[in-house]
């Protein structure tokens, strides 16, 4: 059972007192005597079901031991990041409105192109390269264009964060992206990059290159070094809007809806693998990579763990073009993170976590 609505000691101390609604830490705050019963109400009304308005505010009482910790994300219990409620049927509309919105911005222009990349692909036998570049005889100025169009998809994850905060939902730390929880954070590096980074690509692309199924390869390009530079920017930049639009913010926007899991599932895969619809077949190992992200998401609610290995998964493939060992690259960036996780967890005990 949670405790009731009313206002209760701010746990993050930034006021007196905050508002819980009963189920979350909303951003309403009150200096103490004379708060309303309820936000919006007159002032004066009262503490609702805390003691008398006039008793000093020091004497509201916190949350009964463990709840709070366990919703606000103190480190000692259960992060905030929890199985979203649906909301009244009178709200959901905005919810909507946002989802529709920020998916506007991204995925689906990414989504566009892979499509008309794919169709390029089908019709001419070949795919264009992995590096767009507006004007061949002017390297340096295609470079900064394609820097700028990198950085464009983090228009989308600013507009998760800030829809988050005003609805009260506690910013980042609803999704998952907090440091309430660093041991957890720790302990599931390795589990997501084994099951699901490592084992459903590598483990579907030898069943697809078993049975001679191809992939659609980005054309070779024969590109000055520092444009790799463009592809670690891209690299940093998708790891965190993937992650954070469509694994995160598409998820608990989906729940708040009232839809059931199976269609929060199937949803949220088929986002998470349309705008990799450019790999043509390929795109079979990136949708049970896009399945096993979305369900282990939803048994942690920890987000940092995926943008930390989807980075290093993407930094291999992207450089390996730039570099002549590029396989053995990909394996350092990739192996080495997860390596030290497993010497953390081995020195802290694995029981004790």
């Known amino acids: ?117 794919l169709i390029q692909a089908v019709i001419h036998a070949g795919s264009s390269g992995r590096f767009p570049v507006p004007f061949p005889s002017h390297l340096g100025l295609s470079f900064l264009i394609d820097i700028l169009l990198a950085l464009e998809p983090l228009a989308a994850a600013a507009l998760v964060a800030y829809l988050l905060s005003i609805s009260g939902e506690g910013g980042g730390r609803a999704i998952g992206i907090d440091r309430s929880d660093p041991r957890r954070d720790l302990a599931l590096l390795l589990p997501v990059f084994l099951l699901c980074f490592l084992i459903p690509q590598v483990g579907v692309s030898l069943v697809l290159n078993a049975v001679h199924v191809r992939a659609i390869a980005p054309a070779s390009q024969n590109l000055p070094g520092y444009f790799s530079i463009v592809g670690v920017v891209t690299v940093a930049v998708s790891a965190v809007v993937e992650e954070v639009v469509v694994l995160g913010f598409l998820i608990r926007r989906l729940e708040q809806l009232g839809l059931g899991t199976t269609a929060v599932v199937a949803i949220a895969v088929l986002v998470r693998i349309s705008y990799h619809l450019y790999y043509g077949w390929g795109v079979l190992p990136i949708l049970a990579w896009a399945f096993a992200s979305v369900l282990m998401y939803r048994r ?28 053995l690259v990909a394996e350092v960036l990739v192996l080495t993170p997860s390596t030290f996780v497993f010497w953390l967890l081995w020195r802290n005990r694995l029981s004790r976590l």
């Open 1 to 117: 059972m949670l405790p009731p609505a009313a206002w209760y000691r701010d746990p993050w101390r930034l006021a007196p007192l905050r508002w819980w609604d009963g189920r979350n830490w909303t951003s309403f705050t009150s200096p103490g005597p004379g708060a309303p019963s309820a936000p919006g109400a007159p002032a004066g009304a009262g503490f609702g079901q805390l003691a008398a308005a006039q008793a000093p505010w020091i004497d509201r009482p916190t949350m009964p031991q463990g709840v709070g910790d366990a919703l606000w994300g103190s480190g000692r219990g259960e992060p905030l990041a929890q199985p979203a409620t649906p909301v009244e049927p009178a709200k959901r509309r905005w919810l909507w409105a946002e989802l529709l919105i920020v998916l506007a911005i991204f995925p689906f222009p990414y989504v566009v192109n892979a499509v008309a990349v």
């Open 300 to 327: 942690f609610r920890r987000l940092g763990p995926f943008i930390f290995v989807h980075l290093f998964w993407d930094l291999g493939l992207i450089l390996q073009p730039f570099f002549g060992s590029g396989p």
